[in-house]
């Protein structure tokens, strides 16, 4: 079945440095992938997402390259702030008659100022 | 406009206990999800509607578990007997569906239930 696997956590840096949140995955035919955060008490909300191979998404400075070479969407950010602390998942949604995505275990960033 | 909501926020029961949760998808959206997310994990699903009828309901653990949405908007979560390890958040989402897995879900904040 699908699956995703994603960086442990926690991750911690200092404000400014640049990050980097691997993703892989594994599914048949042609999935969607998505990154979504989850902000301290708050609910799940998508930070972007790319639906088919070498696509980029990109949202407040983060972006994510759909490699299906390597099954990868890595998510990046040149220079992250103190606000970016918070949980991020990876997620695949399958192209198949399922429509439910499956998600990583998140990865916790905080970052210090 | 008004995102997913879902009620209550916070529910404590005793096991052995009935509990309904209730979620409230975004106008005109006809696909409403439910997933699970425990402790340190991500979500699981557990059941997709479109419309009035469960599409696919492959993540429901047991048969305890069951959801309904008789008018194709509101939805209710329920779970009979509930054990101690039902406790976790109860996310509801929702998406206006094009092709499969491609459209976005919008998630409301949860329900976090803890049996007892």
């Known amino acids: 079945g699908d699956s995703v696997t994603q960086m442990e956590g926690p991750v911690t840096l200092s404000e400014e440095a640049f990050l980097t949140i691997n993703c892989t995955y594994t599914a048949t035919g042609y999935p969607s992938l998505f990154w979504y955060v989850q902000y301290p008490g708050e609910g799940l909300q998508l930070l972007l997402k790319?639906?088919?191979?070498?696509d980029k998404g990109s949202n407040k400075g983060f972006e994510a390259t759909y490699r299906k070479e390597t099954t990868s969407f890595h998510l990046e950010k040149g220079s992250v702030q103190v606000s970016d602390s918070a949980v991020y998942f990876c997620?695949?949604?399958?192209?198949?008659?399922?429509?439910?995505?499956?998600f990583g275990s998140g990865t916790q960033l905080t970052v210090l100022p | 406009g008004a995102g997913v909501s879902q009620t209550p926020s916070n529910k404590v029961t005793e096991k052995g206990k009935y509990v309904e949760l209730r979620c409230d998808p975004i106008s005109g959206h006809t696909a409403l999800y439910w997933y699970r997310q425990s402790l340190g994990q991500g979500p699981e699903f557990l059941i997709y509607?479109?419309?009035?009828?469960?599409?696919?309901d492959s993540g429901l653990p047991n048969d305890r578990f069951f959801a309904v949405r008789p008018e194709g908007s509101v939805s209710t979560l329920k779970i009979q007997r509930t054990e101690r390890g039902d406790s976790a958040v109860y996310l509801c989402?929702?998406?206006?569906?094009?092709?499969?897995?491609?459209?976005?879900?919008?998630f409301g904040p949860g329900t976090r239930l803890t049996v007892l």
């Open positions: 790319a639906t088919k191979a070498d």
């Open positions: 989402a929702s998406s206006y569906p094009g092709l499969a897995g491609k459209d976005t879900q919008y």
């Open positions: 509607f479109q419309g009035t009828g469960a599409a696919d």
């Open positions: 997620a695949l949604g399958d192209s198949g008659s399922a429509r439910q995505l499956t």
